[in-house]
């Protein structure tokens, strides 16, 4: 297993579009996380899973954001109805329960343009 | 409310000397801190942690001291090497048990330029 991996790297759509980023953590995590990432700041907790069950969600999830992880596996972020104000990178990590230094595993992240 | 502050945007330093990058924090929740190291195109990748029951930890190249009564944490690179050069992220967590298991707070990042 070579890490975590997102697709796609880059989404380009318009305006009110909706799109869908994959998550495919580490196999043995059971922690799966998403944050995004505007230019020049540090990225954002936005929810986590533990297994298929998703803990937490911050408030900057909107209503349009719905995130799943079925099987607790892979993990999907869907955005709907997509504004300008999405544009940003969206980064999944995974870990696992009991890590000793609760280190995240970041994915190279996809990038969302809205034009 | 930016709750981990990174006041310097970036970082130029000769190769062979030290590079300090520094964070501030203003919740005292946070018990855990962690630094990430970023290259371009690239996700942030872990480089050190420590916890609030100690002042230093070190591993190689790299050390991070804190100072709990300041809230503030730095990161000491030594000797600075040309593949250094990245963006470092210093994120906080109310505990190690939560950093694995709950949101990281992240500063906003330094950008690090090791000059040949």
């Known amino acids: 297993d070579t890490g975590v991996s997102q697709d796609p790297r880059h989404k380009i759509t318009k305006r009110g579009q909706n799109v869908t980023f994959r998550c495919d953590p580490i196999?043995?995590?059971?922690?799966l996380y998403w944050y995004r990432q505007t230019l020049g700041q540090g990225p954002e907790f936005l929810t986590y899973f533990q297994n298929e069950a998703q803990l937490e969600k911050s408030r900057l999830l909107s209503d349009r954001f719905s995130a799943e992880r079925p099987k607790g596996s892979f993990s999907t972020l869907e955005i709907q109805r997509t504004e300008q104000g999405d544009s940003a990178m969206y980064l999944c990590?995974?870990?696992?329960?009991?890590?000793?230094?609760?280190?995240?595993?970041f994915g190279e992240g996809s990038r969302l343009t809205v034009l | 409310d930016q709750q981990v502050k990174q006041n310097s945007p970036s970082l130029s330093v000769q190769e062979g000397r030290i590079s300090i990058l520094n964070c501030d924090y203003t919740n005292s929740m946070f018990d855990y801190f962690l630094w990430y190291k970023k290259y371009p195109a690239e996700g942030p990748t872990f480089l050190i942690s420590i916890s609030s029951i100690k002042d230093k930890n070190e591993d190689g190249r790299f050390t991070v001291f804190l100072n709990k009564s300041a809230k503030h944490l730095s990161l000491h690179i030594v000797p600075s090497q040309p593949g250094d050069s990245a963006v470092y992220f210093c994120?906080?967590?109310?505990?190690?048990?939560?950093?694995?298991?709950?949101?990281?707070?992240f500063g906003g990042g330094t950008r690090v330029l090791v000059k040949p």
């Open positions: 994120a906080a967590s109310p505990s190690m048990i939560k950093a694995a298991g709950n949101k990281l707070t």
């Open positions: 196999s043995e995590h059971n922690r």
């Open positions: 990590a995974s870990s696992f329960l009991g890590e000793a230094t609760g280190e995240l595993f």
